[in-house]
């Protein structure tokens, strides 16, 4: 019995060894983007990848639960023939275990604009990036982007699981860092259109901004983010699709944070954030409300490898983009249904452990507390919508290992 106790008591010390920056949505879910000036005329092999495993288990008419079991595979060849600039080449990869059938776009709700043309056994789109470091501070992409949960959107604005189903971002990326100010902005071109195609061209202009009122590691460090994103759909070269009426929607949040890092060997970090967050339906009569608002707080607390999260979110006619649908007024899955003033506490524990050499995995678990409101929908129009506890767990593998083939 005292040899068990002590490997349990073991194991336990291992998960709680505390870790500075080495949460799981870091570890998982974000690229470094750094180009290292050493390492002028490396040829590497570099494989990166996600295995996850994610269910969703939602209530309630806003979106339906479901589960994602798979993985995405992004193998890539880098050459860095100046010690500013590297040129990265090679595949992205996608698949379900159970699917066989995927269509050519494979992000968001475009994969419904293409329905028809697919791609067997997996989806794979080519990868290439140019990264060119014109400065320290300042870094310019063309390719394929340093994106999805790397622009550290806001959680109403951003979905973190799109990062098990979008395929990266394709574009033009400028990233600007300082002591004062983190600028994150990017062009991500979603559709393209050829004469005469049958769906619209459709791109997302985004920015993620950071104003630091003082030093990142101080003791008590104060920041106010900044954060738009623009979605536009359009042609006008394809006069025979379905529906060529002009969109636009754009969501933006502004507010300010305070991060504090206790002098403890057991609360590592501390951070609380505050938001307002705006909808506008600029073009096009797609979404059922053309303007909305709402407001968002959360507080992190970082305990060695784990991290607790809680959040409030009001809103009122707001509809997301790219986030949750549970953060938003407007159901993706019950036509006509609405929540002009949804209400929501969620909760989340997570732990993420860097392995070495390119190797990580991180676990969590949601609750998503949706408040009673009052609800819309074409067959029982107005009613009271219950209260709704919907959960979500994932586990997950990243591998990012990359590898010296030559030297020049």
Known sequence: MKRYTRIIVGCLCLLW?????????????????????????????????????????????LTKGYTLPGFWLQPTV????????????????????????????????????KGEQTQSGFHIVPFFRAHLALSDQFHLLLGNLYGRNNHHLAEPLYNQETGLSAD?????????????????????????????????????????????????LAPWHVYFPVQVLMQHRGGEINPTAESREVKTWMNAAGGVGITMHPHSQVITRI?????????????????????????????????GHF????????????????????????????????????????????????????????????LYNNLAADAHSEEKGWYREANKLSMAAGIYLRIHPSYLLKRF
Do not use: C
């Open 78 to 113: 880098s050459y860095q023939p100046l010690r500013n600039l590297r040129l990265e080449a090679g595949a992205y990869m996608i698949h379900y275990w159970g699917a066989n059938k995927y269509p050519n776009l494979n992000y968001s709700d475009i994969p419904q604009w």
């Open 271 to 303: 951070n609380v954030e505050s938001s307002v967050l705006y909808y506008k339906q600029s073009a096009g009569q797609m979404l059922p409300f053309d303007q909305g608002h709402g407001f968002y707080t959360k507080a992190d607390i970082d305990l």
């Open 168 to 216: 990266p971002e394709t574009g033009l990326q400028l990233l600007w860092d300082t002591q004062v100010l983190n600028l994150d902005s990017w062009i991500n071109w979603e559709s393209f259109i050829f004469d005469n195609d049958k769906h619209q061209e459709s791109f997302t202009f985004g920015l993620s901004a950071r104003l630091k009122a003082n030093r990142q």
């Open 17 to 61: 060894a505390p870790l500075a920056h080495a949460q799981m949505d870091s570890l998982i879910f974000e690229d470094h983007h750094r180009i290292d000036s050493t390492a002028q005329g490396e040829l590497r092999l570099n494989i990166d990848g996600l295995s996850f495993f994610r269910d969703n288990e939602y209530e309630g008419n």
């Open 307 to 366: 991290r607790l999260h809680g959040a409030y979110w009001t809103g009122h006619n707001f509809i997301t983009i790219f986030g949750n649908p549970l953060f938003g007024s407007m159901g993706i899955h019950e036509e006509g249904y609405t929540m002009p003033d949804p209400k929501m506490l969620s909760a989340r524990l997570s732990y993420g452990r860097d392995l070495g050499h390119g190797f990580s995995w991180g676990i969590h678990a949601d």
